[in-house]
């Protein structure tokens, strides 16, 4: 006789319904499940709880004495890294879909739950669980949308699958992370992308009008450790806007408040992150977690060149300054902002130190946000790694 989870009275919520995260809501797609049943533990944005699920994947949470584990999480390892034969149209070199299809075809894992787009929007996203390395290839690339992965999770009991890899961004993470026990599988492995500044789809169109000269032939973009957005359009060409040159006052409102209260950049619970703000311009970026990480990485070994990670300047004053910089909005002339992007490249943070410039100014303008607008959650949301980042700087009183 099977037994009655809890989960098995519970219904998803109806794509209208208003989320148990309210504004919050990262539309990670747990609430369109009968998981939701789970959600006030599971929910990132209504639990944080990332030092204590970090101790029960990777056996111990951050060291709050070490702030390499402020910053980057648990790890064993770290390293740059590219594929030495590059994806076509993958968002870097396609390290994450290379690992992912490695698993697939040695039969590690049975599916893979990842994101494609629609037939008629590629920046819409569509969750899927790919059984095949055809299927893994077309969820090649970005889509800088707020996506919800896991609402494929009930398809995954039904087809009674055992082992299973998902790729995902933080906030999913973590709330499979707090269901993942529920979920029948007799191993799951997690492939994690760092993320930050997400949008949903209407804000993605209100930043690529904003900021790029051709919005509607914009195949992929990326903030790119030389200070600048690089856009690619269709018939291949590139365009780079500086950082300092976008319009910030416009763009305020665009991205998402869960991105704008998120302190998971760098995708603490995931097994194997691959990113690429910590490593030189063109190579990828990896930290692997634990052993189930350094298993999945190992699979790809001979189809990759690897260097060890460095770290050059110092981002205090460039990120102290940026505070107020947007506070209120500033935005450069654009021949002002070329300038000071060729400057800042030029003498500016590289490798980690970037990589840590990146999460200083983030979390310092996240942790302003709650405070502002949900202090009543300052405290329990911020995790202690994140409260010792932003406590590096003066921020504004209020
Ligand atoms: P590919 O082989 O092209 O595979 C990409 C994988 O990402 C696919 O399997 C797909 O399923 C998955 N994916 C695509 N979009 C989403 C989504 N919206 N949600 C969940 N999964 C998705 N790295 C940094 O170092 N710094 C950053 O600031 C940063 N910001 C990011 C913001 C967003 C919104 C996303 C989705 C990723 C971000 N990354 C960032 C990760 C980085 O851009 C690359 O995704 C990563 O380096 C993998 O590149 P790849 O060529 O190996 O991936």
Same mark, same amino acid.
């Given at each position: 006789?099977?037994? &009655?989870?809890?989960?098995?009275?519970?219904?998803?919520?109806?794509?209208?319904?208003?989320?148990?995260?309210?504004?919050?809501?990262?539309?990670?797609?747990?609430?369109?499940?009968?998981?939701?049943?789970?959600?006030?533990?599971?929910?990132?944005?209504?639990?944080?709880?990332?030092?204590?699920?970090?101790?029960?994947?990777?056996?111990?949470?951050?060291?709050?004495?070490?702030?390499?584990?402020?910053?980057?999480?648990?790890?064993?390892?770290?390293?740059?890294?590219?594929?030495?034969?590059?994806?076509?149209?993958?968002?870097?070199?396609?390290?994450?879909?290379?690992?992912?299809?490695?698993?697939?075809?040695?039969?590690? &894992?049975?599916?893979?739950?990842?994101?494609?787009?629609?037939?008629?929007?590629?920046?819409?996203?569509?969750?899927?669980?790919?059984?095949?390395?055809?299927?893994?290839?077309?969820?090649?690339?970005?889509?800088?949308?707020?996506?919800?992965?896991?609402? &494929?999770?009930?398809?995954?009991?039904?087809?009674?699958?055992?082992?299973?890899?998902?790729?995902?961004?933080?906030?999913?993470?973590?709330?499979?992370?707090?269901?993942?026990?529920?979920?029948?599988?007799?191993?799951?492995?997690?492939?994690?992308?760092?993320?930050?500044?997400?949008?949903?789809?209407?804000?993605?169109?209100?930043?690529?009008?904003?900021?790029?000269?051709?919005?509607?032939?914009?195949?992929?973009?990326?903030?790119?450790?030389?200070?600048?957005?690089?856009?690619?359009?269709?018939?291949?060409?590139?365009?780079?806007? #500086?950082?300092?040159?976008?319009?910030?006052?416009?763009?305020?409102?665009?991205?998402?408040?869960?991105?704008?209260?998120?302190?998971?950049?760098?995708? %603490?619970?995931?097994?194997?992150?691959?990113?690429?703000?910590?490593?030189?311009?063109?190579?990828?970026?990896?930290?692997?977690?634990?052993?189930?990480?350094?298993?999945?990485?190992?699979?790809?070994?001979?189809?990759?060149?690897?260097? #060890?990670?460095?770290?050059?300047?110092?981002?205090?004053?460039?990120?102290?300054?940026?505070?107020?910089?947007?506070?209120?909005?500033?935005?450069?002339?654009?021949?002002?902002?070329?300038?000071?992007?060729?400057?800042?490249?030029?003498?500016?943070?590289?490798?980690?130190?970037?990589?840590?410039?990146?999460?200083? %100014?983030?979390?310092?303008?996240?942790?302003?946000?709650?405070?502002?607008?949900? #202090?009543?959650?300052?405290?329990?949301?911020?995790?202690?790694?994140?409260?010792?980042?932003?406590?590096?700087?003066?921020?504004?009183?209020?």
């Amino acid at each position: 006789m099977t037994s &009655v989870r809890p989960h098995d009275k519970a219904k998803a919520l109806k794509p209208s319904s208003r989320r148990p995260a309210k504004e919050l809501c990262s539309e990670c797609g747990l609430c369109d499940t009968y998981y939701i049943h789970y959600v006030k533990e599971a929910c990132a944005f209504l639990n944080q709880q990332i030092a204590e699920l970090e101790e029960q994947i990777h056996g111990r949470s951050r060291n709050l004495d070490n702030p390499d584990d402020w910053y980057f999480g648990v790890s064993q390892e770290m390293m740059a890294a590219r594929k030495i034969e590059p994806i076509e149209g993958a968002q870097w070199t396609g390290i994450v879909s290379t690992i992912a299809i490695e698993m697939l075809n040695r039969g590690m &894992v049975e599916g893979v739950v990842c994101v494609q787009n629609t037939k008629e929007d590629r920046f819409q996203p569509m969750p899927i669980i790919a059984r095949t390395p055809e299927e893994i290839l077309a969820a090649r690339v970005n889509k800088p949308t707020l996506s919800p992965n896991l609402s &494929v999770l009930e398809q995954i009991e039904q087809s009674g699958m055992k082992r299973l890899l998902v790729i995902g961004v933080g906030c999913q993470i973590q709330a499979l992370r707090a269901v993942e026990k529920e979920l029948g599988l007799e191993k799951l492995y997690v492939l994690g992308t760092p993320c930050v500044d997400n949008v949903n789809r209407a804000g993605l169109q209100k930043f690529l009008e904003t900021t790029s000269r051709s919005p509607d032939t914009v195949v992929h973009y990326e903030f790119m450790q030389d200070f600048r957005v690089h856009f690619k359009h269709e018939d291949g060409s590139m365009e780079m806007v #500086p950082f300092f040159g976008l319009k910030t006052n416009q763009l305020k409102d665009v991205f998402a408040p869960s991105c704008m209260s998120c302190f998971d950049y760098v995708n %603490s619970l995931a097994d194997l992150v691959v990113g690429y703000m910590g490593a030189p311009f063109g190579w990828q970026w990896i930290v692997v977690r634990n052993d189930t990480g350094k298993e999945m990485l190992d699979l790809v070994q001979d189809q990759i060149d690897t260097q #060890p990670v460095m770290s050059h300047g110092n981002r205090k004053e460039a990120v102290q300054q940026s505070i107020p910089a947007y506070d209120k909005g500033v935005t450069l002339p654009m021949w002002a902002a070329k300038l000071m992007g060729v400057v800042i490249e030029k003498i500016g943070p590289k490798g980690l130190e970037y990589a840590r410039f990146s999460i200083d %100014s983030h979390f310092t303008r996240n942790y302003l946000y709650v405070k502002r607008n949900h #202090p009543e959650k300052l405290e329990a949301h911020v995790p202690e790694y994140a409260k010792r980042i932003v406590g590096q700087y003066k921020l504004p009183e209020s």
